[in-house]
């Protein structure tokens, strides 16, 4: 198994300060790396599927839709919203 790392050993040696509380960030630097990373023109976004529903919380309770009981928590399972008990695990 690997050794555990801690995040000043993926620090670049440039952006390291003589002062090691500081990290090398000023106070007025609010540029993050997205920000310069930005992607070309010309390259797709569609390539990305977008995030899905797989769980729900109703704290009045829902009815699942497999078997009718009324749940605080539903899974989603092809499409539909069920109990604990429904779900096939």
Known sequence: MAEDASLEDFLDDSSESEDEGDNGISAGDDTTETESEA?????STDAVDPAVTTYAWSPEGAACDECGEVVERRWT????LVCGACKCW
Do not use: N, T
Request: net charge negative.
């Open 77 to 80: 399972q092809d499409g539909l």
């Open 39 to 43: 992607p070309d023109s010309g390259a």
